[in-house]
């Protein structure tokens, strides 16, 4: 697992990405991932230009390991934070809710490995054609925005391994070690993991977001308005909203206005576990506790290898 | 992976089952699989009592390995079928959609192994209090009917592992050796396999059917019709007049006034595609062929062990 076309690719020691995730993954968490062996990646979705830079600064003073910056296309500000990536010698990029066309050429020129995130075989052949070096396949069950088609993390790996040539990383589901085996063996060459790093103790979520984490049951997120965009997110008093609109037979516009600006920030960063906008992942049922990044990224690596040593025993 | 709980538990040699599935799964395939060292199961959902007892009859004549027959509690005769496998010592029962409080106890005074299909680790902890012998933890993108909470294979059979000290059989998206050894790795000691059998050459599903599962791309099936029995199935003309009955607003009276009876017959049996019930999982994406049950169990098996060895000789 160590020696492969990711870990060459990226110069990285283990094939765990933690996610870029807005609100959750700034330069504490991406740094301590790094620092680990991992690849840790800031989440640009939610910080103006200004506060990227300032990221990225203070993550390239606390690490000498390769790092990422995960820049969804959408983004009203996409420009700066290309601009940004480019000036500041950022070595590795995520994209990801967009097309990989626009920017892939611009970022490679400069230097920078591009990897694009995907819910669909389709996508993951446009991005190889975009010149991309990697895809990220994330299934149905992560949390945060996510694709139309629903296919689960144990279909859509295999099928975007078969679809492309580059290596694909695995997302959605993955948050120990037993997962991250899995993932292997469906051919991914990296697990990207989120939920378990929202729970951890270098994360900017808020202390009482972790807890909402650690608390989610089985069946306690769901992907809601897939008429804005697909969103997995808890169950909570302001989803409660959500499925009221929808039985009064809102439309997009009504759905829009209720999700109205700000509703991530408020739940996952100041706490607001009522009104706030909460997403996670369906793994977030498996976590138990808020380790340090640097646990969860050896704590996972060993114990799929163990996973696998001992398949291969007893096989 | 020959030897384990499952293996021993049931007398097999390969801990591959086939999923009993209505109108697909009837006395060739079962026998088949079972010959081929897996574990047939006889989808009694769609049979009538004498037609049950003639497909345990002629897999008894067909087979001398061990086989089952999968029960949905919820059958009308279900009465009448529990006796008929207690008098024709069917030697294993598969139960499903219904309480596994209810005859477990009564099967297993009769020698009988059983084992019961769950969503969820509530219901795993259920089934292990009612005295199953093994449960199948069945993910969010397998075919037919399934769970409310969503929770996808991935997610489900590590939580169910961890919450039942039964050993656990993986089902939903599992469909060759590379999910085989995924679900492995997750912690299952066998893998229950429909969408794959279902395009088999024994399979009793229509010609056109089988057709129509090779040409299903990713998100051409989806779970619908919760407010009944959520099920997952092809989105065919008969899908999108369900979707236009939503969009009007139907309640749960009209919903099953245009289900009607018959349509899952019509569908898979009869081969009607337009106005039938296509019930499939989301693996049906990767089918490309329809080999024979053996080829299925074998080719399945060996991938499977070969994964494991690729992957524990470059960890």
Redesign the interface.
Known sequence: ????RITALLGIEIPIFQAGMIWCSGWRLASAVSNAGGLGILGAGSMYPDVLKEHIAKTQAATQKPFAVNLPLLYPNIEEHIQTCIAMKVPIVVTSAGSPRIYTARLKAAGIKVMHVVA???FALKAQEAGVDAVIAE???AGGHNG?????????V??VC?AVDLPVVAA???G?G??M???????AEAVQVGSRFVASLESSAHPRFKEAVLGAQ??GT??TLKELAPVRLIKNPFYDKIQKAYAQ?ADTEALRALLGRGRAKRGMFEGDLTEGELEIG??S??LRSVPSAAEIVHSMYHE??Q???E??A??
Chains 1, 2 share one sequence.
Do not use: C, H, W
């Open positions: 697992m160590k020696s492969n669909s075989s389709a299934g149905y069950e139309r088609e629903e296919t689960t993390s144990m279909v859509l295999p099928l078969d959605g589901g993955i120990d037993r997962a085996a899995a993932a292997f063996a469906l051919g089985e069946g769901t992907l037979g369906q793994v049922a498996l799929a290898l996973r696998i040593k398949l291969n007893k096989s």
